[in-house]
């Protein structure tokens, strides 16, 4: 049975971690709100980009872009987002086991002899890839390329997967990450960066309206051709942010779940606490009582 002393001290340390877990709870709430309002200033942006590709796409011209060709798929890109710090729960292997779904979905629809460019994004997720020792992974980290990186970064890091695409070094390329809905609820998403598909496409214009009202200039293959990069950079911008609040809000629980836990612990040794010291207590009083009765 612990003694006084080693339950005072055990107290002590669960006070400390609920103070811990409280400050790093309010620290990743404040984070999850400022990439609401990070996703909140990039809509205008994306909502012109649809509003754009709605009516260009209206028009009865086919079009033609080497980022929505479509090919044999031999080599794969995955780009698979995680975190770079840990304390965030089951976040890292809930992204990490949708990949492996992925991967052997992939395998069983384009055959077992397909290659994959790994792009881990995230320090603990690039430990976890890397513990799978699958030949067919070849894992791949570009210098500055992790889950805190700027705007910049971000783009510089997509038109490299846009050029690997274009010049036929991968003929796919998949982006696996979690969306963030609210804060107690994420989603794990899979998307096709490239070839960006007719329904994708369809899905993001589908407000698209009467392009009757419109004269393209040059002409309207010209600038979907334009256009459509910066689609692909302002969805790869969204699917940064939206994976960067996943990851604060898993954080937020895991610290509220921690919290608790230690709160719980920490009513539970004060109670063990008050016990001994009310036994200790009794036992030093029927002392006195007794060296009474013996005089």
Do not use: W
């Not at 998949?174 to 989603?187: A, D, F, G, H, W």
């Amino acid at each position: 049975m612990a003694t006084l002393r080693e339950l005072k001290t055990r107290i002590g340390s669960v006070a400390s971690t609920e103070k811990i877990t409280g400050a790093m709870k309010m620290i990743s709430s404040a984070k999850v709100h400022q990439n609401e309002q990070a996703l909140r200033q990039l809509k205008p942006f994306k909502d012109k980009i649809k509003s754009i590709m709605g009516h260009i796409l209206a028009t009865d011209i086919t079009f033609d872009s080497p980022l929505i060709q479509t090919r044999d798929v031999k080599r794969v890109a995955v780009v698979v987002f995680g975190s770079d710090d840990g304390l965030c729960g089951a976040y890292n292997v809930n992204i990490l086991k949708g990949f492996l779904a992925r991967i052997d979905q992939i395998r069983n629809t384009y055959g077992e002899n397909i290659e994959f460019d790994v792009y881990p994004v995230g320090k603990k997720m690039e430990k976890g890839v890397r513990r799978l020792h699958d030949s067919g992974l070849n894992i791949i980290v570009p210098e500055g390329v992790d889950s805190k990186m700027k705007g910049e970064r971000v783009n510089a890091f997509t038109e490299s997967l846009r050029d690997a695409f274009i010049r036929g070094e991968v003929d796919m390329v998949e982006v696996i990450y979690m969306k963030y809905l609210s804060m107690s609820r994420q989603r794990l998403t899979e998307e096709t960066l490239f070839p960006v598909s007719e329904e994708t496409l369809a899905v993001e214009t589908e407000t698209g309206n009467e392009n009757q009202l419109y004269i393209f200039e040059p002409d309207p293959n010209s600038i979907f051709n334009q256009v459509l990069p910066m689609f692909v950079l302002s969805s790869m911008q969204e699917i940064t942010i939206q994976n960067r609040s996943s990851e604060q809000a898993a954080r937020v629980m895991a610290m509220q779940s921690a919290n608790d836990n230690a709160k719980k612990l920490n009513e539970e040794l004060q109670l063990e606490y008050n016990k001994l010291r009310q036994q200790s207590i009794t036992t030093e009083l029927l002392d006195i009582l007794g060296g009474q009765v013996e005089r």
